[in-house]
C-alpha cells in the first residue's frame, strides 16, 4: 500500500508539469573521414566534375575561371602566410583538376572570369557521442555462428574471419572534430553554385585545417664578448 502511495504521488507530480519532446537519435547514417591528401584530391576531382556539369548547365562554355581562397568569408581574401595546409594543397589540387575537364583556369584575378571560393570551418565537439555499427551486422554474425556451430572449426574460423574483414573494411576510429568545405561559384556578384561538403577528421590532424601562424618566432643571438 505504501509503494502505491509513493507511485501515485509521483504520477500526480508529473502530470503537473508541463512535458517537453522526447529526445530521439537520427537513423543510421554514414559520414566519410579525411586521412590523406588522397581524399582531399577525391574531393577535389568530385567538385571539378560538378562544376563542370555546372558551366555546361548555365551556357559558360568558354568562360575561364580564377579559383580564390577566401578566410572568413567570400569577400576577405586570406593574407599572407594565414592560409592552412589545406588550404594551399586543396587549391593545387583543384585547379590541377580543373584543367584536366578541359576548363580555363586564370592564373590571375579577371573580372570577366567566374569566381571559385572556397573555404574551411572546423568544428570540434565536446560531448561524448555514441557510435554504432551498421544495423544487421550483429545479427548477421551471430546468426553464422549459431549456423556454423555443427560445423568444422576450420569452417567456423572463416565464417567469423569474413565477419571481422566486413566490419574492418567500414571502420573508422571514432573522432570529435569535422570540418565544413564549401564550394561556390561567382559571376558578377551573383552565386549560381554552391556546395557544402562535410567530413570527420583525425583530432591529431587538426592542424592541417588551422590557419598558419607565421612559423617559428626568429631569435637573433648575439655575443657578449667584446673584441
Known amino acids: 500500500m505504501k509503494y502505491l502511495l509513493v507511485l501515485a504521488t509521483i504520477i500526480i507530480l508529473v502530470s503537473g508539469c ?25 574531393l577535389a576531382n568530385h567538385l571539378s566534375s ?51 575537364f578541359g576548363i580555363p583556369v586564370s592564373a590571375v584575378p579577371d573580372s570577366e572570369a567566374i569566381t571559385v571560393n572556397y573555404k574551411v570551418q572546423v568544428v570540434r565537439h565536446n560531448t561524448k557521442r555514441l ?21 568444422s572449426s576450420e569452417f567456423l574460423a572463416i565464417t567469423l574471419a569474413a565477419g571481422a574483414d566486413y566490419i574492418n573494411t567500414t571502420y573508422a576510429r571514432k573522432t570529435d572534430i569535422e570540418v565544413i568545405i564549401t564550394t561556390s561559384m561567382v559571376f558578377r556578384n551573383k552565386y549560381f ?35
Open 18 to 42: 508541463s512535458r517537453i519532446p522526447e529526445p530521439v537519435g537520427y537513423e543510421y547514417s554514414t559520414q566519410e573521414k579525411m586521412q590523406a591528401v588522397h581524399h582531399w584530391n577525391v
Open 193 to 227: 553554385f554552391r556546395s557544402s561538403d562535410l567530413y570527420y577528421i583525425n583530432s591529431a590532424d587538426y592542424h592541417h585545417y588551422q590557419k598558419n601562424k607565421g612559423g617559428a618566432k626568429k631569435i637573433q643571438l648575439t655575443s657578449s664578448q667584446t673584441k
Open 50 to 100: 560538378r562544376i563542370n556539369n555546372e558551366l555546361i548547365r548555365s551556357d559558360f562554355l568558354n568562360a575561364s575561371v580564377f579559383v580564390k581562397e577566401t578566410c572568413g568569408d567570400d569577400k576577405t581574401p586570406c593574407e599572407k602566410g594565414a592560409t592552412s595546409e589545406f588550404n594551399e594543397g586543396f587549391r593545387d589540387l583543384l585547379i590541377t583538376e580543373l584543367v584536366g
Open 131 to 151: 557510435r554504432t555499427v551498421k544495423p544487421g551486422v550483429i545479427t548477421s554474425l551471430t546468426t553464422a555462428v549459431a549456423v556454423a556451430q555443427n560445423i
